[in-house]
């Protein structure tokens, strides 16, 4: 008797799926091969999916990037992560530490007399 209910394992991945780039669409079989052997790379949807969004549209932009092809996946995208990561902390831990200086207050002028002046 199977169970037709997602697996818990099955529940909390990101959902992916294949696109043939390569052919236009014209060469199912070869695709579906392709897919099989493990040679086609699947696309993530919604944020897993995201870094390789950007890199294909970079690389339409930029094509000297195809360069970096040969990287493994989402190797680019854990850097950049990280340091958008420590840029916010950053700024977070600069907004906490360092207060603005005191602005004068409009309504009291200096008392004469003061530390440097002239009837010191």
Do not use: C
Not at 55 to 68: D, E
């Amino acid at each position: 008797m199977a169970d037709s209910a997602p697996s818990h394992q099955q529940a909390g991945k990101p959902r992916s799926f294949y696109v043939d780039e390569a052919t236009g669409g014209r060469d199912y079989a070869g695709f579906l091969r392709r897919v099989a052997a493990g040679e086609a790379t699947p696309e993530y949807e919604g944020n897993w999916g995201m870094p390789d969004r950007w890199f294909r549209t970079a690389l339409r932009a930029v094509p000297p990037l195809a360069a970096l092809k040969p990287l493994p996946r989402y190797s680019l995208a854990g850097p950049l992560v990280l340091l958008a990561a420590l840029v916010l902390g950053y700024m977070i831990v600069w907004l906490i530490l360092f207060e603005p200086p005191n602005p004068p207050r409009l309504g009291n002028p200096p008392a004469a007399g003061g530390k440097g002046g002239k009837d010191e």
